[in-house]
Nanobody, 124 residues
Framework: QVQLVESGGGLVQGGGSLRLACAAS??????MGWFRQVPGKEREFVAA????????YYADSVKGRFTISRDNAENTVYLQMNSLKLEDTAVYYC???????????????????WGQGTQVTVSS
C-alpha cells in the first residue's frame, strides 16, 4: 500500500504563497488529489491531476490561484497556492490514487490512500 506524506504547510499572511508537497512511497499510477478541511466542516475537494495526460481539475474557490502539478519520476504531487485568503485556512490532505475506472475525482471516497494532513494558516 502506497503511503502519502504531505509537507510545506505553515503560517502565511493573506496574499502570500505556499507550496505543498505530497511524497508517495511508491508509484501512484492514477489521479491524485488535494482536499482540505476546517473544524466542524466536511472535507472539501481542492484540486486533482491525472497521471497519464496531466489534466487538472480545480474547485471554483481556488481556480486561478492554486496550481496542482506532479513529478511522476519523483512520485510527488505539488500544490502551489498563491494569493492566499483567510478562508484558505485548513488542514490540507493529499489523496490518491483514484480507484481504477473512477472519474469522480471530487469525491473523497474514490481515493485509495490519504496522507496525515498539513496545516495551512492564513493570517490577516
Amino acid at each position: 500500500q502506497v503511503q502519502l506524506v504531505e509537507s510545506g504547510g505553515g503560517l502565511v499572511q493573506g496574499g502570500g504563497s505556499l507550496r505543498l508537497a505530497c511524497a508517495a512511497s511508491g508509484r501512484t499510477l492514477g489521479t491524485m488529489g488535494w482536499f482540505r478541511q476546517v473544524p466542524g466542516k466536511e472535507r472539501e475537494f481542492v484540486a486533482a491531476i491525472s497521471w497519464n495526460n496531466g489534466r487538472t481539475y480545480y474547485a471554483d474557490s481556488v481556480k486561478g490561484r492554486f496550481t496542482i502539478s506532479r513529478d511522476n519520476a519523483e512520485n510527488t504531487v505539488y500544490l502551489q497556492m498563491n494569493s492566499l485568503k483567510l478562508e484558505d485556512t485548513a488542514v490540507y490532505y493529499c489523496a490518491g490514487p483514484l480507484y481504477s475506472g473512477s472519474s469522480y475525482y471530487w469525491k473523497q471516497d474514490q481515493y485509495r490512500t490519504w496522507g496525515q494532513g498539513t496545516q495551512v494558516t492564513v493570517s490577516s
